[in-house]
C-alpha cells in the first residue's frame, strides 16, 4: 500500500516535473497550487476550470470573428486574445500564454493567416493542457484515494 | 557703228533672258551706316578701287584679298558668280540699246517715206544721201526702200526731162523748197549721227565691268551689313598663321580699344588676353590641321569683352592646289543661352542630389527603424531577461534568510550580489534603450528640490559602507517647489550620487543647488522647447544648477572624452576594480538631454570630481497648499516637527565603529523604503534630519531581504530603495514618528520574515490594525480568482470592479485605501479611470470624468471632500509590455505598478508599502 502511494507520488512528482520541464506550465501555477490551502482544497482545480472554460469560449469567440472573412474585427479577436493571456498568464499556461503573445502581435498586425495559424495553435495547446492536467488531477486523485498526501513538488 | 554689230550679233548668239539683279537695287544706298567697309584699296587692287569707306567694323587686309580669291576654289567661285552677274547685266544693256535702235529705224522710215512722197510730188531727181545706205545690209525695208527709191529715181529722172523747159522763176522756187527740205533732213540726219555717237560712247563705259562688279558686291555687302548689323557674331578669316587678314566684330569694344591696324596680321593671343583665348587660338591650330570643319563653344574671360561665351565655328580654307591657308571662323556669342544652359544643367544636378538624398534619407529611416526595433528587441529580451533572474536573486534571498553556515552565507552574498549586478545592468539596458527608442516620456509634476536631494542623500547613506559624510546644500533662491520629471531627476542624482561614493572612499560626497541664469546652450537648443512643453509653459521657468561633488579618486583628463559613452568607464582597470556597467552615466547624460539640460564633469585626480547638471524647471506657485500635502502628505501627517521644506543643508555623518555586517540587527537607521515615484512614507526619518544632524547612516542589516521587491521594479535605484533593514530593530526611535507600533511591527515582519511567517504576521495585523479597503479593478475573472485567493492568503479583503467605469463609481460612492488597477480594460481602461481619479482628487469633482463619458451619479458627501485631498494610491498591475509601460502608468498618475502574472510575493510587498 506505501509502495504503491511512494510509486503514485513519484510518478505524479515526475510528472508535474515534465510538465514545467515541456514548457507546459511556469511558475504561475506554483504560484497557484501555493495559494491552495485547508481553506480552499479544490483552488487550483476551480481555477483551472474557469480557466478552460474561459479558453472554450474565448477560443470560439475568436474563430467566429476571424470566420468573417473580409470583415474581420481584430480589435475584437484582439481584446479575446488578451483576455486569454491575462488569464493563460494567471494560471501559469506557460505555452498557452506565449502563443497568446505572438497571436496579438499578429492581431496588431492584422495578418490574418498569422491569426488563423495561431487561433489553431491556441485550441490545440490549450486542449493540450487541459488532458494533461486531468491526468495530474486523476494522479492527484489516486494518491489521495491511496490515503497518500499530494506531494509538494518542486520544480526548482 | 562697229559697236552696233556686235551688238547685233550678240544679241542673236545670246538668246539668254536677261536676268535682273539679285540685289535690290536700292539696299545699298538707303542704309544710313554703312557698316561694311573696306580697306583703302592699295594700288594693285585697283578693282576694288571704288568701294566705300564707310564705318569701320570689318576690317580686311586688300592686299591679300584678290590673292585668297585668285588662290582658293571660294574664290573662284565667288569670282564666277560675279562676272555671270556682270553678264546678265550687259544683256539688259544690249537689251535696252535695240530697242532704241529699233525707234531710230522707225523714225528713219518715217523720213524717208517723207521724202520719198515730196520726190513723187515733184517728180524730182535728187540725190541721195549715202548715209541711208548703212543699214541696207542689215534691214529688209531698207533694201525694198532702196529699191523702190531707184525705181522712182528713174521716174524721177524722166520727169526732170520732161520739165527741164519750164520757167526759171518756177524752178527757182522749187529748188529753194528742196533746197530747205534736204537741209531739215541733213539736220536730222545729222542728229541722228549724234545720237549713235552718244550711243556708242554709253556702250564704251558699260562694257567695263569692273562698276558692274563694284556696285554688285556694295549691294551684297549692303545686304549681308542688313542682315548682320545686330547679329552677335565676329567673323573673320585668318591666315595658316592664324593672323588676322579680315574681322567683322559687332561688338563695339574691340573696335574702341584695338586699331585696325592692330588687329589685321596678328593673332588671337596677341590682341586679347584672358581666358579663353589660348583655347580658341588651339582650337583654330586643330582644325587648321585636321582641316576638318568643328564648332566649339568658348568661354573668354577678356578685358576687353567681360565674360561671354561664343559658339566657334571654324573651318579650314584651301587653295586651288588643295593646300590649307587659312582658316575661316564665325563666332556667334551665346552667353544667355549657355548661362541658361548651365542653370539648367545645375537645377538637374541639383534635382538628382535632391534625389540621391532622399534616397539616403530613406535609407536612414530604414537603418533608423531597424534599430529602433532591435532596440525593442533588447528591452523586451532585458525584461525577458529580468524576470527568471529576480526570481534567482529572489530564491537567493529566501535562502540566506534560512540558517547557513559561514561559508554558505559567503558564497549566497556573492550569489546575491552578481544577481543584482546583472539586474541593475538589465535595469540600465531598458532605460538606455528606452531613452534612445524614444520610448521614454517625461512626466511634470510638482516636487521640493530640497526634498529629493535630502532622499536620495538618505537612500545613498542608507546603503553606505564607507566612513563618509553626504551633505546636501541648496542655495535660498532655489524655489521650494518647482515642477519637473522628479522621477528621472531623482534617477540622475541617485546615479551620480552612488557614483561618487563608489570612487570615493573618505571625505564627503554631496549635492549642491542653486539657480543660475538661462546658459547659452538653451536658446537654441530645441529640446529645451519639448521640455517646456512637457512643464507647462504657463509657468516661470528657473535654471537650476546642480553639482554632485566628491574627493574621490578623479578622473584623468584623458578618460573624460568617453566618460558619457555607453559601456565605458575612465580605464579597464577601473572597471575591474570598481565594477559597474558604465551606463550610469549614459543613461544621466542622456536623461539630462532629454529634459532640455546638459550634463558635464570637472575633475582633478585624486581630488575629486564634480558632475553638473543644469535644467530648467517651472517655478509652481508654493502657495498651494492642499497640493503640497497631496504630494507630500504622508510626511507632513506623521511629522509634528516643523516643515523641513525651507531646510537648506543636509548632512549625514558617517557613525564610527558602526558594524557593518550583514548579519546582526544593529542599531537602526529609521530610513524606510521609498519610491521615488512615490509620496514617499518617509516619515520615520524626516523628524529626525529635521530637528538634528546626528542621523546615523549606516548599512542596515537585512537588505538583501528587501531586495526581493526589487525584481519587478523599473526604476534602477530601486535596488537600493529598501535596504534599511530596520525591521526587527524595535528601536525606540521609531516610535518617534506618528506611525502605530503595529504597523511598524508589521512592517518588520514582512522585512524578515520568511514565508511560513506570513500567517502569523497578517494575524497579528488583523488584530492590530483596522482593516484596508482595497479595490481591485480587473476584467479578467481568472486574475481576479487567483488575487482574491492572494488575498486572503495575505488576510485582505477587497471589493472588485471590472473596468474603469466601475471602479471610478466604487471610488465614488465608497472611499479606499488602495486601488489595484488592471491597465487593459474594457470600457475604461486604467490609465484613464486613473486619470480622471487623480483629476477627480484635484478638483473635487467628477467633470473630467462625466465629460469622458463616465456615467456617475455625483454623491457629493463630506466624507468624499476630506478623501479628495488625500492621494489614494493606485497601483497599475501592467502586462510589462512596451504598450503598458511603467512610465506610462506614472504619466496618468499611478503610484506603482506590479507586474502581471501577479505573485503572492509582490502583492504582499506592495500591500506592505501602501497599508500601513
Redesign the interface.
Known amino acids: 500500500m506505501d509502495a504503491h502511494v511512494a510509486q503514485l507520488q513519484m510518478q505524479y512528482r515526475n510528472y508535474i516535473l515534465s510538465l514545467y520541464q515541456q514548457g507546459f506550465l511556469d511558475?504561475?501555477f506554483t504560484?497557484?497550487k501555493?495559494?491552495?490551502?485547508d481553506?480552499?482544497p479544490d483552488?487550483v482545480a476551480?481555477?483551472l476550470s474557469?480557466?478552460f472554460d474561459?479558453c472554450v469560449k474565448l477560443v470560439g469567440n475568436m474563430a467566429r470573428a476571424l470566420d468573417q472573412i473580409g470583415t474581420v474585427d481584430f480589435c475584437q479577436v484582439g481584446?479575446n486574445v488578451?483576455?486569454l493571456?491575462?488569464?493563460s498568464?494567471?494560471?501559469?499556461a506557460k505555452r498557452v500564454k506565449g502563443l497568446c503573445i505572438n497571436f496579438k502581435e499578429l492581431c496588431e498586425a492584422k495578418n490574418y493567416e498569422g491569426c488563423v495559424r495561431c487561433l489553431q495553435q491556441v485550441d490545440i495547446e490549450y486542449k493540450t493542457l487541459k488532458a494533461k492536467l486531468q491526468d495530474m488531477f486523476n494522479l492527484e486523485k489516486q494518491i489521495v484515494q491511496a490515503g497518500g498526501i499530494v506531494p509538494q513538488v518542486d520544480i526548482? | 557703228m562697229v559697236c552696233e554689230m556686235e551688238t547685233d550679233q550678240q544679241m542673236e548668239e545670246m538668246d539668254v533672258e536677261v536676268l535682273s539683279s539679285m540685289w535690290p537695287e536700292d539696299v545699298g544706298g538707303t542704309e544710313p551706316d554703312n557698316q561694311f567697309n573696306v580697306e583703302k584699296p592699295a594700288g594693285d587692287s585697283d578693282t576694288l578701287k571704288e568701294v566705300d569707306i564707310a564705318e569701320k567694323r570689318t576690317m580686311a587686309d586688300l592686299k591679300r584679298l584678290p590673292d585668297l580669291l585668285n588662290t582658293t576654289d571660294q574664290g573662284s567661285t565667288q569670282l564666277t558668280n560675279l562676272v555671270k552677274q556682270w553678264e546678265y547685266m550687259q544683256d539688259h544693256a544690249v537689251r535696252l540699246l535695240r530697242e532704241e535702235l529699233k525707234i531710230l529705224t522707225k523714225q528713219r522710215e518715217e523720213a524717208e517715206a517723207k521724202e520719198l512722197k515730196i520726190i513723187e510730188e515733184h517728180n524730182f531727181e535728187t540725190e541721195e544721201p549715202e548715209n541711208v545706205r548703212v543699214l541696207d545690209e542689215s534691214s529688209d525695208l531698207f533694201r525694198r526702200f532702196k529699191e523702190k527709191k531707184r525705181d522712182k529715181l528713174v521716174g524721177r529722172k524722166r520727169i526732170e526731162i520732161d520739165e527741164e523747159f519750164d520757167t526759171v522763176a518756177y524752178w527757182k522756187q522749187k529748188a529753194l523748197t528742196f533746197e530747205k527740205m534736204l537741209e531739215a533732213s541733213t539736220e536730222r540726219e545729222r542728229r541722228l549721227i549724234e545720237k549713235l555717237n552718244e550711243s556708242l560712247k554709253t556702250m564704251e563705259s558699260h562694257s567695263a565691268p569692273v562698276e558692274e562688279l563694284t556696285q554688285n558686291l556694295k549691294r551684297a555687302e549692303g545686304f549681308l551689313h542688313f542682315i548682320l548689323q545686330n547679329a552677335p557674331i565676329v567673323m573673320g578669316h585668318q591666315d595658316k598663321d592664324l593672323r588676322y587678314l579680315f574681322i567683322y566684330n559687332k561688338f563695339p569694344t574691340l573696335r574702341e580699344h584695338v586699331r585696325d591696324k592692330d588687329i589685321l596680321g596678328k593673332t588671337d593671343v596677341e590682341i586679347f588676353h584672358g581666358g579663353g583665348v589660348k583655347e580658341s587660338e588651339d582650337f583654330k591650330r586643330e582644325v587648321l590641321e585636321k582641316g576638318k570643319a568643328s564648332k566649339r563653344e568658348i568661354t573668354f574671360e577678356t578685358d576687353l569683352f567681360g565674360s561671354k561665351t561664343f559658339l566657334i565655328y571654324v573651318e579650314p580654307v584651301y587653295n586651288k592646289a588643295r593646300e590649307k591657308i587659312g582658316i575661316n571662323y564665325m563666332g556667334m556669342e551665346v552667353t544667355d543661352q549657355v548661362r541658361k544652359r548651365e542653370k539648367m544643367a545645375k537645377l538637374r544636378e541639383d534635382n538628382a542630389v535632391r534625389k540621391a538624398m532622399e534616397s539616403e534619407l530613406t535609407k536612414t529611416i530604414h537603418i533608423t527603424e531597424e534599430t529602433m526595433r532591435a532596440k525593442q528587441m533588447l528591452a523586451t529580451m532585458s525584461h525577458e531577461i529580468r524576470s527568471p533572474l529576480s526570481?534567482v536573486v529572489g530564491?537567493a534571498e529566501i535562502l540566506s534568510t534560512t540558517k547557513l553556515d559561514k561559508e554558505q552565507r559567503q558564497l549566497l552574498n556573492v550569489m546575491i550580489s552578481s544577481g543584482d549586478l546583472v539586474l541593475q545592468l538589465i535595469n540600465d539596458i531598458l532605460d538606455l534603450s528606452k531613452v534612445e527608442s524614444g520610448v521614454m516620456k517625461l512626466e511634470a509634476t510638482k516636487f521640493r528640490p530640497r526634498e529629493v536631494v535630502k532622499h536620495v542623500l538618505q537612500t545613498a547613506a542608507a546603503s553606505l559602507k564607507k566612513e563618509l559624510t553626504l551633505e546636501g546644500n541648496i542655495a535660498d533662491e532655489v524655489p521650494i517647489l518647482v515642477v519637473g520629471d522628479v522621477l528621472r531627476i531623482r534617477q540622475i542624482l541617485t546615479n551620480l550620487i552612488s557614483n561618487a561614493i563608489k570612487f570615493t572612499h573618505q571625505g564627503k560626497v554631496g549635492i549642491k543647488l542653486k539657480v543660475i541664469p538661462e546658459p547659452s546652450f538653451a536658446s537654441d537648443n530645441t529640446h529645451k522647447a519639448d521640455a517646456e512643453e512637457q512643464n507647462g509653459l504657463a509657468e516661470t521657468s528657473v535654471w537650476i544648477c546642480c553639482d554632485v561633488y566628491d574627493t574621490g579618486i578623479g578622473i584623468p583628463e584623458n578618460a573624460l572624452p568617453c566618460l558619457f559613452k555607453k559601456y565605458m568607464q575612465a580605464s579597464a582597470d577601473h572597471a575591474r576594480k570598481y565594477g559597474g556597467t558604465g551606463l550610469g552615466l549614459a543613461i544621466c547624460k542622456q536623461l539630462v538631454e532629454l529634459m532640455g539640460g546638459q550634463l558635464t564633469v570637472t575633475s582633478q585626480v585624486n581630488l575629486g570630481s564634480t558632475f553638473t547638471f543644469i535644467l530648467p524647471y517651472k517655478v509652481a506657485a508654493s502657495n498651494d497648499h492642499s497640493d503640497d500635502q497631496d504630494e507630500f502628505s504622508d510626511m507632513v501627517d506623521h511629522q509634528p516637527e516643523p516643515d523641513d521644506s525651507t531646510e537648506g543643508y543636509f548632512q549625514f555623518k558617517p557613525l564610527l565603529g558602526s558594524i557593518y555586517s550583514n548579519g546582526g540587527p544593529v542599531m537602526g537607521n529609521n530610513f524606510l523604503p521609498h519610491k521615488a515615484m512615490l509620496p514617499s512614507p518617509v516619515k520615520l526619518i524626516n523628524g529626525n534630519t529635521g530637528q538634528s544632524e546626528s542621523v546615523q547612516v549606516e548599512n542596515g542589516g537585512y537588505m538583501d531581504d528587501t531586495r526581493l521587491e526589487t525584481g519587478s521594479g523599473h526604476c534602477p535605484e530601486s535596488a537600493h530603495q529598501y535596504e534599511n533593514g530596520n525591521g526587527r530593530c524595535p528601536s525606540k526611535e521609531s516610535e518617534s514618528c506618528s506611525s502605530s507600533q503595529a504597523s511598524s511591527e508589521m512592517e518588520s515582519e514582512f522585512t524578515v520574515s520568511s514565508p511560513r511567517e506570513d500567517v502569523q504576521t497578517e494575524t497579528e495585523v488583523k488584530e492590530t490594525s483596522k482593516q484596508p479597503k482595497i479595490l481591485l479593478v480587473e476584467?479578467?475573472?481568472?486574475?481576479i480568482?487567483?488575487a482574491k485567493?492572494?488575498m486572503?492568503?495575505l488576510g485582505y479583503t477587497f471589493d472588485i470592479a471590472n473596468n474603469g467605469v466601475e471602479a471610478i463609481t466604487a471610488i465614488n460612492s465608497s472611499s479606499y485605501d488602495l486601488v489595484l488597477m488592471?491597465v487593459?480594460m474594457?470600457v475604461l481602461d486604467g490609465l484613464k479611470a486613473t486619470r480622471l481619479i487623480r483629476s477627480y482628487e484635484e478638483s473635487g469633482n467628477w467633470d473630467a470624468a462625466v465629460e469622458a463619458g463616465v456615467d456617475i451619479k455625483v454623491l457629493e458627501n463630506k466624507q468624499m471632500s476630506v478623501r479628495s485631498t488625500n492621494r489614494l494610491p493606485i497601483i497599475a498591475m501592467t502586462?510589462n509590455t512596451l504598450s503598458e509601460s511603467s512610465e506610462e502608468c506614472y504619466a496618468n498618475g499611478m503610484d506603482s505598478f506590479i507586474s502581471?502574472?501577479?505573485?503572492?510575493q509582490k502583492l504582499k510587498q506592495c500591500l506592505q508599502q501602501y497599508l500601513h
Do not use: R
Open positions: 511558475d504561475q504560484e497557484l501555493s495559494l491552495q490551502d481553506g480552499s483552488f476551480e481555477v474557469l480557466f474561459d481584446a488578451h483576455q493571456k491575462g488569464s498568464s494567471s494560471v501559469g526548482n | 526570481g530564491m476584467d479578467n475573472k481568472i486574475n480568482m487567483v485567493s492572494m486572503k492568503q488592471d487593459c474594457p502586462a502581471k502574472p501577479v505573485t503572492l
